[in-house]
């Protein structure tokens, strides 16, 4: 008994020492942590002088221009969200604030602008589709739909919004002081998307659509000088129907039937039946004596022309037969695929089959979904049936045209050089074509520029404008600066450097003392 009271002493006796020992160490632990704590802080202090502090000005913007959610600008063309740092936009930007003149390179600034998608309601989209997705009555395919309808709704979410980034440091903006750099970096960042606007608009003209418009240079005098009569004609019959064709694309776009020529005060359609009457009379009545009397300088030669014309329009009538039946082939397998027989079905009776669901239970909401997911279908077979239309319609012209040309070849065949008609006649007949043939080039030329301004006219009034193509998101420029001292210190990294040395160095001051006692 005695024993084991001497040995609960003895552990007694032990563990004070212990800790009489670790208590000795203090001084030590104080003097390994405040070391390694002042080394912490002076290497920190180090790679701040060395890399200075980082500042980023950023501003977050919405795209509201038409057309934004297909990736498109208003005039169709693509969208890319590159577009709004593209190098002559920046050009533009860094010329209008005279940086070159600061000492930085165009490089310099380009390099430290960035952009990246800017979707506050992504976490919105993400929360739905994951809520519809975990619904259990979910097929494979059903599943694969939601999929694909997320991906592009998040796509077309992300197209909406941007942040514009500059980074800057001693390299990119003036050093004259703090406030001159800060004042400048927020112009910066609040110059690129209005300069970016106004390059897309007068430099690109994005918000108008493309139209391809005959002008006064497709007229070559030359040539018309050099043929012969009939070939002029026919000349003269494709520029005019050119110019109808440019008018045709004006005619689609919003405003252009109420717009006037300012000079004429004609609209497009008084200018599309000049040029009819111009093709059906004054052409028409110069080409009858001229194919009757056999008025040509190079009667074979000009018959070969229209010959290899006829050839070159039944080469393009055939073609839109064949594109015509392959758009009718796929749209009738299209249909069978999606157990589709006609856009309308017909109940037995010969009324439309109605659509009209008679009760509002789940039959008639999962109707609904059907019928949203079956637009895309229909939009799909519309355009199918629009491309048909069109190839039928262009072989039906070419027909029409190859018709109007043997006709042609076979008058020229059954008239003669002159047919016997006196010099003067002849020479007045010359005289009388010369003269028309310049008439109808003088209305050719004035119907040409009537149609530039309306064209005009119609974009200044649809598509001329002061609409934004961006509205701010945030007020103002963020600034956020990093690499100051108290930056780059982590409180979690300190206090287990801290912990670790404190640790370290006991465990150092009691070896030291063991190795101390053990010494004779």
């Known amino acids: 008994m005695e024993r084991q009271q001497d040995n609960v002493n003895g552990d007694e006796i032990d563990l004070r020492e212990l800790i009489r020992s670790v208590l000795n160490t203090r001084r030590l632990v104080l003097a390994g942590v405040v070391a390694v704590g002042l080394g912490y802080f002076l290497i920190l202090g180090l790679q701040a002088m060395a890399t200075g502090t980082t500042t980023t000005y950023s501003k977050s913007v919405r795209f509201v221009f ?29 010329e209008q604030n005279g940086l070159a003149e600061l000492g930085v390179g165009f490089s310099e600034f380009a390099d430290a602008v960035s952009i990246a998608p800017h979707t506050p309601r992504r976490e919105f989209i993400v929360q739905r589709y994951r809520n519809m997705m975990n619904r259990g009555d979910l097929s494979m395919a059903e599943m694969q739909e939601l999929e694909e309808r997320f991906a592009e709704e998040l796509e077309r979410e992300t197209q909406k919004g941007a942040r ?27 110059d690129i998307p209005r300069v ?8 690109r003209g994005v918000d108008r659509p ?13 040539f018309i000088e050099r043929m012969d009569y009939l070939i002029v004609f026919e000349y003269l019959r494709d520029k005019i129907n050119d110019l109808r064709d440019s008018i045709d694309q004006l005619r689609v776009l919003p405003n252009a039937g109420a717009v006037r020529d300012p000079e004429s005060n004609l609209r497009l359609v008084d200018v599309d039946t000049e040029l009819r009457d111009t093709q059906e009379y004054m052409l028409e009545s110069l080409m009858a004596p001229a194919v009757s009397l056999g008025l040509s300088r190079t009667p074979e030669r000009t018959r070969q022309f229209f010959l290899i014309r006829i050839q070159d329009q039944e080469r393009a009538m055939n073609l ?14 299209y249909s069978r695929n999606k157990g589709v027989t006609s856009p309308q079905r017909l109940s037995p009776g010969g009324q439309q089959a109605s659509t009209t669901i008679p009760q509002f239970g789940s039959d008639f909401l999962d109707r609904l979904v059907e019928l949203g997911t079956d637009a895309a279908d229909v939009e799909f077979r519309q355009q199918l049936s629009q491309e048909h239309l069109e190839y039928a319609h262009q072989a039906v012209a070419r027909e029409s045209n190859i018709q109007r040309l043997r006709e042609l070849v076979d008058l020229m065949g059954e ?3 002159n047919s016997g008609e006196p010099v003067g006649v002849m020479e007045s007949l010359e005289q009388e074509l010369n003269e028309g043939i310049s008439e109808i080039l003088n209305l050719l030329r004035t119907n040409m520029a009537r149609v530039e301004r309306i064209a005009d006219g119609v974009m200044r009034l649809s598509y001329g404008s002061d609409r934004a193509f961006f509205r701010d998101i945030t007020d103002g420029v963020e600034v956020r600066t990093t690499g100051h001292l108290k ?6 990294t300190f206090t287990l450097l801290i912990l670790l040395t404190a640790i370290a160095t006991v465990f150092a001051g009691l070896l030291r003392n063991m190795m101390r006692q053990e010494k004779p």
């Open 66 to 94: 038409d057309g934004v959610s297909d990736g498109r600008y208003p005039g169709g063309t693509r969208f890319r969200m590159s577009d709004v740092i593209a190098e002559p936009v920046l050009m533009q930007v860094y």
């Open 164 to 190: 514009i980034t500059l980074t800057t440091n001693q390299r990119v903006v003036a050093a004259e002081g703090p406030d001159i750099d800060a004042a400048l970096a927020r112009k910066l960042v609040n």
């Open 196 to 203: 970016w606007t106004s390059y897309m608009r007068e430099v």
């Open 210 to 222: 493309r139209l391809e418009l005959l002008s006064e240079q497709a007229i070559n005098e030359q």
């Open 320 to 333: 839109a037969m064949n594109n015509a039946e392959l758009v009718a082939e796929t749209l009738d397998s």
């Open 415 to 417: 008239s003669s050089p």
């Open 487 to 492: 930056d780059r210190v982590s409180p979690l």
